[in-house]
């Protein structure tokens, strides 16, 4: 809007935002549905995290409101595509030329450890998919809670693992448990 101005086809652009305050789907579509019947927007936009977009996906369809699904990244679709758009990636897209990079490098045994939610557990199995192979092995999956803040539920076991690398996938914005990962020495560990 800055670089195009704020108006299209001579309708002028306004800009409505809300926090949805983290990862519960309620308050979003709760917040989608009041934008639509007291403010009147015309599309709505946003949806870091899978379980918010698909609970808001009936909120758009039943009011027939564009969707811009601006931040999921797993291959499941709310219903309705017809008012839903996607404008990112998918994991899969990140996760398997991990896969094939850690073969590559001569890899052996790894452990993943994902957000127990569906970017997270498709990352793990297209990781594991790839990966997977005689001479190499994935030895543990981790899963955390989505609302779950870092690792220090999962932290001790890893010391004592066999593995020699992890496969992590974080939401975006729960950076905690990567820099308890980094803080805490588990990548200098599991280089030995």
């Not at 309708?11 to 935002?17: A, D, N, Q, S």
Request: proline content about 8%.
């Amino acid at each position: 809007m800055q670089k195009h101005g704020d108006t299209v086809a001579g309708r002028k652009i306004e800009l409505l935002v809300r926090d949805d305050t983290g990862s519960l789907p309620r308050p979003t579509s709760g917040l989608a549905q009041e934008a639509i019947a007291r403010d009147k927007v015309a599309i709505i936009a946003g949806f870091g995290l899978t379980p918010l977009a698909f609970a808001t996906a009936p909120v758009a369809t039943e009011a027939k409101i564009p969707m811009i699904v601006i931040g999921r990244g797993d291959l499941r679709h709310p219903a309705a595509l017809a008012v839903i758009v996607r404008s990112n990636f998918t994991v899969p897209q990140i996760t398997a030329p991990m896969a094939d990079w850690a073969a590559k490098k001569g890899m052996k045994r790894l452990f993943t450890m994902v957000t127990d939610y569906a970017p997270g557990i498709e990352c793990e199995n297209v990781f594991v998919k790839r990966f997977t192979a005689p001479a190499q092995a994935c030895s543990e999956s981790i899963r955390t809670p989505l609302a779950q803040s870092g690792l220090r539920p999962v932290h001790p076991a890893h010391q004592r693992r066999a593995a020699r690398g992890a496969v992590p996938l974080v939401p975006s914005g729960e950076h905690r448990g990567m820099k308890q990962y980094l803080d805490r020495g588990l990548r200098e560990a599991a280089s030995r």
